[in-house]
Nanobody, 112 residues
Framework: VQLQASGGGLVQPGGSLRLSCVAS????????MAWYRQTPGKQREFVAQ???????HYAESVKGRFTISKDNAKRAVYLTMDTLKPEDTAVYYC???????WGQGTLVTVST
């Protein structure tokens, strides 16, 4: 299974971005999928997860601003990030929380 993340970039505070993660491979699916993020010198932290049922779960720091969603047919999971703050700057990783696979990360920079 391979997870390909994309969509990162530079955005001003208050702006929006949408990250995508596409799963490929013979056993690829988008069951328990999640997004994590990491900044230099810090541990990778949980951002959001979506269950097979579609039920989402969010870290308190992003609740109300970020939305996780998925498209089973496209084997894709998305993270829509609104009202971005400088402290959201990080490398964002998608993960298959059922199989334990990580994507390669995409950098999000929130700055003027």
């Amino acid at each position: 299974v391979q997870l390909q993340a994309s969509g990162g970039g530079l955005v001003q505070p208050g702006g929006s971005l949408r990250l995508s993660c596409v799963a490929s491979g013979s056993h690829a699916s988008v069951g328990y999928m999640a997004w994590y993020r990491q900044t230099p010198g810090k541990q990778r932290e949980f951002v959001a997860q979506i269950a097979p049922s579609g039920q989402p779960h969010y870290a308190e720091s992003v609740k109300g601003r970020f939305t996780i969603s998925k498209d089973n047919a496209k084997r894709a999971v998305y993270l829509t990030m609104d009202t971005l703050k400088p402290e959201d700057t990080a490398v964002y990783y998608c993960r298959d929380n059922f199989l334990g696979y990580w994507g390669q990360g995409t950098l999000v920079t929130v700055s003027t």
